[in-house]
T-cell receptor
Framework: EAGVTQSPTHLIKTRGQQATLRCSPI?????VYWYQQALGLGLQFLLW???????NRGNFPPRFSGRQFPNYSSELNVNALELEDSALYLC???????????????FGEGSRLTVL | RKEVEQDPGPFNVPEGATVAFNCTYS??????FFWYRQDCRKEPKLLMS???SGNEDGRFTAQLNRASQYISLLIRDSKLSDSATYLC???????????FGKGTRLSVIA
């Protein structure tokens, strides 16, 4: 069974440009999470989608946005890129059991964004 | 105060050693606790959940102290393959996302 897949693996952009990152969750998982892992900062929560709706949002500016499609795949968009947006962007999926989370997130290998 | 705090390490230990990692969390309403493992340049993976009564999985033992808001992970008989970063992870009540600590790096040396 395929795990969480992300694309592109690497992306190089310049300041002010826009980046789009994509994620396909594990089959049967309805929740998709986006985390940013910058050097020395650990994983920072960005966005959480479930059943096409945004469930929660981390402490990031509005230029970080995303969506979830009917097939549960997701897209993260970062507008007006800044140098400090350079990081590994990790997507994870999980299955919401009833009204709660199972706790285990399955991560993709990430998309490494470099902003020059 | 950070939501989840860990000693960054690195912890350099010989094979066969016992090593303990500690973690504190700030949200007293936190409901779920986990340890994840992240190998160099790889994605994080769930190592084990942490239960109030403490739990063990082979060489790994996790403990939770809700009163002190403290979580620990003990690794016995360290193997070279245990070398990784260990992430302490906490979830609050309701539909809140998992909050990750920065991780503690472990290097097991032959």
């Amino acid at each position: 069974e395929a795990g969480v897949t992300q694309s592109p693996t690497h992306l190089i952009k310049t300041r002010g440009q826009q980046a789009t990152l994509r994620c396909s969750p594990i089959s049967g998982h309805t929740s998709v999470y986006w985390y940013q892992q910058a050097l020395g900062l650990g994983l920072q929560f960005l966005l959480w989608y479930d059943e096409g709706e945004e469930r929660n949002r981390g402490n990031f500016p509005p230029r970080f946005s995303g969506r979830q499609f009917p097939n549960y795949s997701s897209e993260l968009n970062v507008n007006a890129l800044e140098l400090e947006d350079s990081a590994l962007y990790l997507c994870a999926s999980s299955f919401l059991r009833g009204r709660g989370q199972t706790g285990e997130l399955f991560f993709g290998e990430g998309s490494r964004l470099t902003v020059l | 105060r950070k939501e989840v705090e860990q000693d960054p390490g690195p912890f350099n230990v010989p094979e066969g050693a016992t090593v303990a990692f500690n973690c504190t969390y700030s949200n007293s309403a936190s409901q779920s606790f986990f340890w994840y493992r992240q190998d160099c340049r790889k994605e994080p993976k769930l190592l084990m959940s942490v239960y109030s009564s403490g739990n063990e999985d082979g060489r790994f033992t996790a403990q939770l102290n809700r009163a002190s808001q403290y979580i620990s992970l003990l690794i016995r008989d360290s193997k070279l393959s245990d070398s990784a970063t260990y992430l302490c992870v906490v979830r609050g009540s309701g539909n809140t996302p998992l909050v990750f600590g920065k991780g503690t790096r472990l290097s097991v040396i032959a």
